[in-house]
């Protein structure tokens, strides 16, 4: 089995997001980087699967020399070899391309990704990375199992879970519980050392979408507790105050 | 003041929360790892913070020690990270044992001990002075976890002065016969092989690999301790054992041979020590934010303020300490007295740092909703075994003066 998994670089979770450049940029001073948690989940089941299979993992990155460090723990992980395109990714139409562009020439059986980075959280790559390979797109696929040329999936939707059989190949963006996040292990970390990082230069650099400006949500106000009885006084401060009713 | 009062008003992480810690790095230290360094550190920390502090003030308060550890640092591969892969080590530096000592302790000493005796006191003496055939027995299987192993040196009357020691063995023929007692030592009744020290007939002192099962051989536990509760030991009771000619260490005899082991292992407790200290400071700063009194956080005040810049000071030298002394073992240059400095000082810095931050933490801070009582008890341990801080004191002075005042 033949799994390319694709890997965002993305700022930890508890990270202090600011800018600069009259906010047209976002300050990465002091941030840590990470797997993109969803991502993780799908680098997790692959790994899972190949024990299960056999077979070899890629991984596939779009971003610039400073996410390495990134896919070399995915590597430590239990990727087999990484593939860098070297470019910031852009926007997901860009990134699309790029993961297309590589999964048309791997023959890859299976094609996994987080349902969206947390970033941007656009969750669209996965879509149109299937609609430019002509194979069927899943997200969020919280199950895979795969027997033979055909997977089981379980996908979540609206009110409750949707189960599916699909043939290989395909991509899926996936979400936990699909798997438990992976801790690399210190011979993961060693082993990673020597496996392959391909850095391969960006095929198009078409975009649809230009970054205007970022801004920040509103800081959260101070709670105003109401007394139970006083209806009236909530509903005045609803209308007047907050002025959403 | 009740403790349900105390829980109302107080802001806690408490033991249900999760596991937020961050290590401070004041002085941009990062700089001097590498991105494999850095990647090490966060593994055993996630690691930490799945298999250990969810679990680790039950395990503690039941003085329980979590047998299933053993193949959990085996598989993370806590166990022996210098020793070669050809053996089933990390082949890793020391750089990274430090940091996986430093993280493992963040959690627990107790834990810490668990992994250090098994790298630094069991596999390193097998890996250096041991014979190919013994290499190859023991250490995957130590360093995967399958088996947990001890270290024979202290005894009932012979602690601060090896030397001393009484265990002894006579050549019987074909094989030894080993007599004696050993004392506090960590995993002994878990422990599947004990690597013991003794005199031979001549009284050269020597390691001898003995095994469990083996007749006259016995691990009582020591109980009723109030430090490293989550943390197993035990005597080793050696009557009339007969002991295969084969399982003597050949590389290397006398003292210096375990005193080689207590440098390694001395070396990660430097850094381990930090490691509890941080998470002392981490929890304090956090409160200190958090809890609210005359209307405003205690970190306001500058009591507190003194309290927690004076911790992040001694955490920031220790840190530098600390990643130099490693630098010096990778270059093969760092001497027995400079590890003390090193073990000495990290243990009293984790020691003050821990009853500075309980007292911020007031009341809340005896209570197992927060670490710093548990680690003060267990540095209670760390600052009296593998060397007491006097003994490191005294090492230091016999180095300035070159007249040993323990001899």
Redesign the interface.
Known sequence: MNILVCITHVPDTTSKISFTDDNKKFDTNGVQFIIGPYDDYALARAVELKEQNGGKITVLNVGEAETEPTIRKALAIGADEAVRINAFPKDSFFVANQIAKVAKEGNYDLILMGRESIDFNGGQVHGMVGEMLGMPSLSPVMKLDIEGNTAKVAREIEGGKEYLEVTLPFVAGCQEPIAEWKIPNMRGIMGARSKPLNVIEPDNDEVKTTLENFELPPAKGAVKMIDADNVSELVDLLKNEAKVI | MSTDTLTQNGSAKGKSAAD?FESPDFYQLDDLLT??H???RS?IR??VK?EISPFIEDWAERAHFPYEIVKKFG????FG?TVS?TYGG???DYI?YGL?MQEIERGDSGMRSTASVQGSLVMYPIYKFGSEEQKKKYLPKLASGEWLGCFGLTEPDHGSNPSGMVTNFKDAGDHYVLNGAKMWISNAPKAEIAVVWAKDESGRIHGLIVERGMEGFSTPETHGKWSLRASTTGELVFDNVKVPKENLLPGKSGLGAPMMCLDSARYGIAWGAIGAAMDCYDSARRYAIERIQFGKPIGSFQLIQKKLAEMLTEITKAQLLNWKLGMMLDAGKASTSQISLAKRNSVATALDIAREARQIHGGMGITGEYPMMRHMMNLESVVTYEGTHDIHLLILGAEITGIPAFK
């Open positions: 937020l991105e494999e850095k990647l090490i593994s996630d690691f799945k598989d993370i591969g806590a990270p892969e990390g082949g890793l990274s996986i």
